[in-house]
């Protein structure tokens, strides 16, 4: 949509007269105020009216001047004829080391060029009008050339072709004007900076742009802050993403509570039904039911009401179809985000996509690992642990996951240091804000920026984020992978038990199938870890194993039920570093918390399914409770 608004008013501005009658020649310093004082610093202009003044000396030194250092033959004309023509080189013009990674860079290079650049169309023109002695309109419609003073015109030689042509200084006046006037337009918040910014103030003319105007919107540009800066790309970090992001990590914290609560429940209800059981028995005259139930045949006696521990085994029941249906949905979740990253050439050094990618890359390694612990130790009869090919699906991703982090983390490592803040953040915002029309690339104008005098507090974010990033991002994945591996080693043994148990079944063809069943339930192993609530084993080998106790504890818990606990809540504290690390784009306003596009959308839709699975489970079990009752009074005997 910025294109055709583009061409429309170049259309326009070249059937238009504008004449630019201002005698400067040269301005340097651009994008400083011009209310600084003292130091040299400030924007000042080169007019040929006063070559002698500390302007012009500065603009065309003997060595080392604007022109030396912007239209360098090692750099921006090495593989052109002149500067004209490496003006138009918009990488090249726009081309960051920070960009690119390199952070012990000076970051001088962008500037440099860009001077020279904005400043080579006045002198060619200059050495234009030297060269004819006379006054032309070329290209201007009378606009008088300025001359340019003999002891500058070898310099300028040196550096400008001879042969340039109007279409030259054309393409190098759209190159210093547009992609400042672009930048302004995809920023947050375009009405702090259009005005200074728009392409009718950059420009004195069709083929001169306007050196004090672009000065200006340098100034701006850079001393906005946040404000300059368009926001990250929603696809990674919008608003509709990053709250699946977090979803997760809270659903998996929901679960969790639900079991505590529910198990805090029924065990209030064991302790009710035993304080019955313990007084003595009523008299016949007490023992007349109140209140007569609902159900057909119970107020008689002839069918037992549906028990609690039948209902807690429902519930259980449904709760872990709800965990392992949010497992598979938050795997290929990940493993689709994780494919995606593999896609923004994530072996490219770039600090913008280390600073979104990297949390969101363990949000497929712990969330993950946390999700098959639960489903490892809260496994009953009803559920046995997870097969192989969820455990498979649970490691790949992982795998997968941690390839992404590392890969992000290598590059993040060399400059993790607060000694490089300021070149982080220089290189997030020249890749937040790159445009095709800067270069594309991680191209953009925001190289140009003099000094970050405006961006502390974005230097703040970053060396915060920088911390979290440093620190807590090994502790995760290490702490991830361990309990993964610790999970495996029985889970691989239980596969392992339950191949040589089939054979068993094949040998023992011919004997008595209560030989077969006793050999198929001595195969079935019961996860290490256990929650304290959970009953007892009554097989020999899990009362043996689940007898010892902590010497010298008081509490009644078995030694794996307390590594239980202990590993839940290092879990805990692990999801809430990871959700801290989700914390980063919002920290660096990174999101824009009104763009709900399609896609946000549809990245939060990806949790219903789980829910629904949830919905159709519970109403297939009350459907069987009820039949369960239906044939448990067709079965009564009649009084």
């Known amino acids: 949509m910025q294109s055709p608004i583009l061409v429309k008013f170049t259309i326009a501005t070249e059937n238009t007269t504008m004449t630019n009658i201002s005698t ?9 105020g011009t ?45 052109v004829d002149g500067c004209i023509a490496g003006c138009q080189n918009l990488p090249l013009l726009y081309g960051s080391y920070f ?20 400043n080579v169309p006045a002198i060619a023109k200059a050495m234009k009008a030297n060269a004819s002695g006379a006054s032309t309109g070329s290209g201007d419609q009378g606009a008088d050339l300025i001359s340019l003073p003999e002891n500058f015109m070898a310099k300028a030689e040196e550096y400008i072709e001879g042969d340039f042509t109007d279409d030259g200084l054309k393409n190098v006046t759209s190159a210093v004007t547009e992609c400042l006037s672009s930048t302004c337009r995809v920023s947050r918040c375009p009405t702090s900076c259009y005005s200074k910014c728009s392409p009718v103030a950059l420009l004195a ?7 004090t105007a672009i000065s200006d919107c340098v100034s701006t540009l850079c001393g906005n802050g946040y404000n300059s800066l368009p926001h990250a790309d929603p696809d990674i970090t919008g608003i509709g993403v990053w709250i699946s992001y977090v979803v997760q990590c809270l659903f998996i914290i929901g679960l969790l509570l639900t079991s505590l609560i529910s198990a805090s429940l029924s065990r209030r209800k064991k302790l009710t039904r035993t304080k019955h059981k313990l007084r003595p028995p009523r008299q016949p005259e007490e023992q007349a039911p109140e209140h007569p139930t609902n159900e057909p045949g119970e107020e008689w006696g002839m069918i037992p009401a549906i028990s609690s521990h039948l209902k807690d085994e429902g519930t259980n029941s449904l709760w872990y179809i709800l965990l392992e249906e949010f497992h598979k949905a938050q795997c290929f979740f990940a493993a689709t985000l994780m494919i995606a990253s593999l896609s923004e050439n994530i072996f490219e050094r770039d600090m913008l ?21 639960l489903l490892v130790t809260h496994s009953d009869h009803n559920h046995g642990p997870p097969g192989f090919g969820l455990t498979v699906l649970t490691v790949g991703v992982y795998a997968l996951s941690s390839f992404v982090y590392w890969s992000m983390y290598a590059q993040f490592l060399p ?10 953040w220089a290189a997030l915002s020249s890749s937040l804000a790159s445009i095709p029309q800067c270069g594309g690339d991680r191209h953009s104008a925001f190289a140009l920026c003099p000094n970050l005098h405006a961006f502390q507090s974005g230097i703040g974010d970053v060396e915060n984020s920088g911390d979290k990033l440093l620190g807590m991002t090994p502790i995760i994945w290490a702490f991830s992978t361990v309990g993964l591996l610790v999970l495996l080693v ?32 001595a195969s079935a192993a019961s996860p290490y870890f256990r929650p304290p609530w959970t009953a007892r084993q009554t097989t020999k080998e899990g009362a043996s194993r689940e007898s010892r106790e902590i010497p010298g504890s008081i509490f009644p818990h078995t030694f794996f039920e307390v590594i239980y606990i202990v590993a839940t809540l290092a879990f805990l504290a692990g999801m809430a570093m990871q959700v801290s690390l989700l914390s980063i784009s919002w920290t660096l306003h990174m999101m824009d918390p009104r763009q709900w596009s399609f896609g946000q959308v549809v990245a939060i839709t990806v949790w219903i399914p789980p829910v629904v699975e949830l919905l159709y489970a519970s109403e297939q079990w009350k459907r069987e409770s009820r039949e369960q009752k239906a044939n448990q009074t067709a079965s009564s005997p009649m009084p």
């Open 24 to 32: 400067e020649l040269a301005c340097i310093n651009i994008g400083n």
């Open 35 to 79: 209310e600084l004082s003292g130091n040299g610093t400030q924007f000042q202009c080169c007019e040929t009216t006063k070559p002698d003044s500390p302007a012009c000396q500065s603009a065309f030194p003997d060595r080392d001047g604007m022109l030396d250092k912007g239209c360098s033959h090692s750099f921006l004309t090495k593989d």
């Open 99 to 118: 960009q690119i990674g390199d952070l012990s860079a000076s970051g001088s290079g962008p500037k440099e060029r860009f001077a020279a650049c904005v």
């Open 205 to 211: 003319n069709n083929t001169t742009p306007n050196v």
């Open 353 to 373: 996509q280390v600073f979104l990618i990297m949390p969101i890359s363990l949000n497929g390694v712990l969330p993950v690992v946390f999700a098959y612990f």
């Open 415 to 424: 400059y993790s240091t607060n000694g490089y803040t300021p070149e982080i």
């Open 490 to 521: 029985p889970q691989f043994q239980n596969y392992y038990r339950r191949r040589r148990s089939l054979q068993r079944r094949v040998e023992m063809r011919g004997h008595s199938s209560h030989a077969a069943a006793a050999a198929s339930a």
